[in-house]
């Protein structure tokens, strides 16, 4: 390889690091101050390149992208204020888990206004006026932008570094960033600091779209994607480093440019292309920092917050009587669905479905809710379970039964090897690097055509032998997701669950009373994995087909929102939850191009109005009822 | 007018968490008095800060700051309206050089002071801290207790407070650094200012309270002039077995 394509890559991946450390600087900056993770981060990025790309349009020529630029900044601040102003005031003293869902709720509803504003097609905006050459270095040409943009980054950086040292405002955001509770004792309004702070994050993530106006172009799918760059980033740096997050883009641009530069290798005599490793080269370089780094180069363990209002979790109970007797007419219900299948053709199907979320939510909730640890990327072991099976059914051409064993098995092998680093991080940190995993294995799975099938995914993966009739395939999967539910609850209730739980409640205390919570955590994640493959197996089956679409970021959160839907701090959450989200899908999101506000707003609403899900409503009308009859 | 004190409070409770830590705790602070809070560790002294502070959650019949009631405004509100809180653990930011530590705390004198305050100014401070004066651009992360506790008295005294509340000042401060500190809080409240001290030393109290509160699991057991709490029976009970006081 020579020496001037590394370096032409070298000055790409700088340009490209500049995009990533400004979406990352004001993720941190915004988390050090508020401790909220802006899961919408991405969106203020989109929005700023829709902006831009919208205001240069309608400016004449020299005026044209530095104007749009300009307004860009302007508004995605101002944007931001307001949604600090609406919504983030609320929640501050709401558990970090509905932090994390309000402002991924906000990521939804604003993508659907960006759907509503721009329309579904992509648009191109100018070229910055007086950067449209270029120069030549080692006999390659670089566009002049492209330098530009690298030393975007490095400027930004300096920019910022002295606004948190010269201004007072700097100086208030460093306080606060330790010891925010000080700084208001000391009669500063937080308020009003707080909306500063994440309008200045916004803004400069504003700047970072609006500046990649001439490398590419506005679309719809920019947030998600720039949101899991900007998590890498920050989780590599350090939460709350400015300094972290430059360097940390600096390394994961130039890994990605080295990639690209290597091309093709050839090891050991077998050929391998290197550039396919971009997509998954940064979340290799992130599990490798924090497995020696657990908070990242620059990251120090998170000040221990003080007086926080997160509600205390009422120990689990068990059934009553009246419980039981409902739980039981649910199951009678589910197992006689294939008889009225006759008169209503589609209610088994709507069962099956209905079945298949179950058991997908409870194995979620089981991590989420006993464990404490909210995965954002369950859908990983749910594509896993889905792929390993299809994959053995139609290329090594198992049986139907032992495809329905080997799929659960592949996604619990996956959780094995994801869950030994992810359980080892708490809170945001977990989040975010399940996020990354699942993200590689979506990734994986999109590009390797050869045994996924790509985007096209896996066709005729119908059942056989016994399992073949409609039928004899929906009564399996009841028997198999009721097991699976019925195991899950034995758990939680068995010394495991105890540990678990109190792992979850308090993990110093949990240790000291001889608990290895990191083995608790592990197992519990495996055994949360190898469920929702079995959901996954099942998909795969039912639906005869499966496709990336079911390893998506999307569909992780999907499990979140039955499981916060149905409520977290009970072990029916996730089955009420599981079934009035797949029949809400089914009748009001079908119906609608704007489904994701429309789910966005229903997070929303559950995190502000109904934080308890419907487990939580129902056991409050019950305990009502009962001091109506006069009983305890 | 001037019969008003600075502070009163009448029937505070205050929570942790779920946890009650103040049943029904009354006090008051008059103008230039310094008042001592004893107890043992747990008793809820800090918890009395806090909660005049709005940082714990509570409830009270009367809690007023010259007359003005604090019960419904916000932390930085109460901060604003002349409480100076220096907490327990110092709370300096040790990111921030001692200058801006000062700078946070920097407040405008309210329109309504009391013309017989002094105005905070950083000279003012140095001449009253002469130790702060030589390491302004230290970071705070990189002081010892003493000037740590100094600077904590300093960057409350910036925001110009009518009120101080102090919480433990002395704890884990040497013992030449505690009689400067004597000196520096002798200083104040010939100045006017009020303070109300939560302190196990009892050097400190003696020489510069005027009265004393004795609180117990939460309830006030006690209250007298501060020369008389050692003839209280009492007194073998809240004084400290490590020989401080």
Redesign the interface.
């Known amino acids: 390889m020579a020496l001037d394509a590394l370096v032409f890559q070298a000055v790409n991946g700088l340009a490209s690091a500049s995009g990533l450390f400004l979406v990352a600087a004001g993720l941190s900056i915004i988390f050090g101050v508020t401790r909220i993770v802006n899961m919408a981060h991405g969106s203020f990025y989109m929005f700023g390149l829709y902006i831009a790309v919208t205001v240069a349009d309608r400016l004449p020529s020299p005026f044209d992208f530095w104007g749009g630029v300009l307004v860009a900044v302007a508004l995605t601040a101002l944007i931001g204020a307001l949604v600090e102003l609406v919504l983030l005031r609320r929640i501050y003293r709401a558990p970090e888990l509905y932090q994390l869902l309000a402002t991924f709720a906000l990521m939804l509803v604003m993508n659907d206004a960006a759907l509503w504003l721009w329309g579904p097609e992509d648009q191109l905006g100018p070229r910055a006026a007086g950067l449209t050459g270029t120069v030549e270095l080692l006999g390659r040409r670089l566009p002049d932008y492209d330098i530009f943009l690298a030393l975007a980054g490095p400027a930004v950086l300096l920019g910022l570094n002295r606004l948190l040292t010269r201004s007072?405002f700097g100086?208030?955001i460093?306080?606060a960033?330790?010891?925010r509770?000080?700084?208001?004792?000391?009669?500063?309004?937080?308020?009003v600091l707080f909306t500063a702070v994440f309008a200045l994050g916004a803004g400069i993530a504003g700047l970072g779209g609006a500046l990649q106006m001439p490398r590419e172009p506005a679309s719809l799918t920019l947030d998600l994607a720039v949101l899991g760059d900007a998590f890498v980033v920050v989780v590599i740096g350090g939460m709350g480093s400015i300094r972290g997050a430059y360097v940390a883009a600096v390394i994961v641009a130039q890994v990605k440019a080295l990639c690209i530069a290597l091309g093709t290798v050839e090891l050991g005599g077998l050929a391998f292309n290197m550039s396919k490793l971009t997509l998954v080269a940064e979340f290799l370089v992130m599990a490798l920092v924090l497995v020696v780094r657990p908070h990242g180069l620059f990251g120090r363990p998170a000040p221990a917050t003080?007086?926080?209002a997160s509600a205390?979790e009422a120990p689990l109970v068990p059934l009553g009587p009246g419980g039981r007797g409902a739980a039981l007419a649910a199951i009678a219900l589910f197992a006689a669905m294939p008889l009225i299948g006759d008169s209503f053709a589609y209610a088994p199907v709507l069962a099956q479905d209905v079945l298949i979320a179950v058991l997908f939510a409870a194995s979620l909730h089981f991590i989420m809710g006993p464990g404490g640890m909210a995965s954002f990327g369950h859908a990983a072991y749910f594509g896993l379970g889905a792929y390993g099976a299809a994959y053995a059914f139609l290329t090594l051409g198992v049986s139907t039964p032992a495809a329905l064993v080997l799929g659960p098995a592949i996604a619990g092998l996956g959780a094995v090897v994801f869950g030994w680093f992810s359980v080892r991080l708490e809170g945001v940190y977990f989040a975010m690097l399940t996020l990354a995993f699942a993200q590689i294995v979506w990734s994986i799975v999109f590009q390797w055509e050869e045994v996924t099938g790509g985007s096209n995914g896996l066709f005729g993966v119908w059942p056989e032998g016994v399992l073949e009739s409609p039928t004899g395939f929906y009564l399996a999967s009841f028997a198999l997701v009721l097991a699976g539910v019925l195991v899950l609850r034995r758990l939680a209730f068995s010394p495991f669950g105890h540990a678990l739980r109190a792992a979850r409640d308090s993990a110093l205390r949990a240790q000291a009373s001889g608990i290895d919570i990191a083995r608790v955590r592990w197992l519990a994640f495996i055994i949360a994995g190898t469920l929702c493959g079995l959901a996954g197996t099942l998909f795969a089956f039912a639906k005869g087909s499966i496709s990336p679409e079911a390893i998506s970021v999307g569909r992780s959160i999907d499990a979140l929102v039955m499981v916060l839907l149905g409520g977290v701090q009970s072990l029916l959450g996730p089955l009420f939850g599981a079934s009035a989200f797949t029949l809400l899908q089914d009748t009001v999101m079908r119906e609608t191009a704007y489904w994701r506000a429309l789910l966005g707003a229903l997070m929303i609403a559950v995190v502000l109005l109904f934080p308890g899900g419907i487990a939580g409503g129902l056991s409050d009308i019950a305990a009502r009822l009962r001091r109506a009859a006069g009983r305890p | 007018m001037s019969e008003t004190p600075r502070l009163e409070i009448e029937a505070l409770d205050a929570w942790y968490g779920a946890a009650r830590i103040l049943f029904g705790v009354s006090l008051h602070v008059g103008r230039g008095e310094a008042v001592a809070l004893i107890g043992r560790n747990g008793a809820g002294k800090s918890t009395t800060m806090k909660a005049v502070m709005g940082l714990v959650t509570r409830r009270a019949a009367r809690l007023d700051v010259e007359g003005r009631d604090l019960r419904a405004l916000p932390t930085y509100e109460i901060a604003r309206h002349g409480v100076g809180y220096v907490p327990e653990d110092r709370r300096i930011f040790t990111e921030l050089t001692v200058a801006e530590n000062l700078d946070i705390g920097r407040r405008p004198r309210p329109a309504g002071t009391a013309p017989d305050l002094p105005d905070w100014t950083p000279q003012a401070l140095f001449a009253l801290f002469p130790n702060l004066a030589e390491m302004q651009d230290r970071p705070g992360g990189a002081m010892s207790g003493g000037e740590q506790q100094m600077l904590a008295i300093a960057r409350t005294l910036v925001g110009q407070p009518r009120l101080l509340l102090l919480d433990e000042p002395s704890e884990g401060v040497a013992p030449v650094i505690v009689d400067q500190m004597i000196h520096a809080l002798h200083t104040l409240k010939r100045a006017g200012l009020s303070m109300l001290i939560a302190e196990q030393n009892l050097d400190l109290c003696r020489s510069l309270c005027d009265r004393a509160y004795v609180i117990e699991q939460g309830e006030l057991r006690w209250h007298g002039a501060m020369a008389e709490l050692e003839e209280e029976a009492l007194f073998g009970r809240v004084a400290p077995t490590n020989g401080i006081m």
């Open positions: 007072r100086r208030l460093r306080a960033t330790q010891d509770e000080m700084v208001a004792a000391l009669g500063v309004n937080e308020a003080r007086i926080h205390v």
